[in-house]
């Protein structure tokens, strides 16, 4: 059974910062491509920072130079450090994985997601 628990989510003041963690069970971490996603009052789920199994790191221009994805492959958990927090950060943050299996018709992949943490950035 695949869970991804997320924690450290919290209220944070303009300029703050915030730890994010997602801890991992039931895939293997190693090959698997992690993601943190956001999705703010009455908008859609977006992409905020992604690290493939190879480590190569991605980010949304909205949070590039001040988010950074990393991750722990022995404790299974992904890391977001948020810094410089501005009120448009808020939102539910999701953690995401997709992982590959392979079948008798290539490689897939499953995705999974956490339950979200709600990060409010706020005066």
């Known amino acids: 059974q695949v869970q991804l628990v997320e924690s450290g989510g919290g209220l944070v003041q303009p300029g703050g910062s915030l730890r994010l963690s997602c801890a991992t069970s039931?895939?293997?971490?190693?090959?698997?491509?992690m993601g943190w996603y956001r999705q703010a009052p009455g908008k859609e789920r977006e992409l905020v920072a992604g690290?493939?199994?190879?480590?190569?790191?991605n980010y949304s221009d909205s949070v590039k130079g001040r988010f950074t994805i990393s991750r722990d492959i022995a404790k299974k958990t992904v890391f977001l450090q948020m810094n410089s927090l501005k009120p448009e950060d808020t939102g539910v943050y999701y953690c995401?994985?997709?992982?590959?299996?392979?079948?008798?018709?290539?490689?897939?992949?499953?995705?999974?997601w956490g339950q979200g943490t709600q990060v409010t950035v706020s005066s």
């Open positions: 995401n994985a997709k992982t590959p299996r392979w079948t008798a018709q290539g490689r897939v992949y499953d995705t999974y």
């Open positions: 039931g895939i293997i971490f190693s090959i698997t491509d």
């Open positions: 690290i493939i199994s190879a480590g190569i790191t």
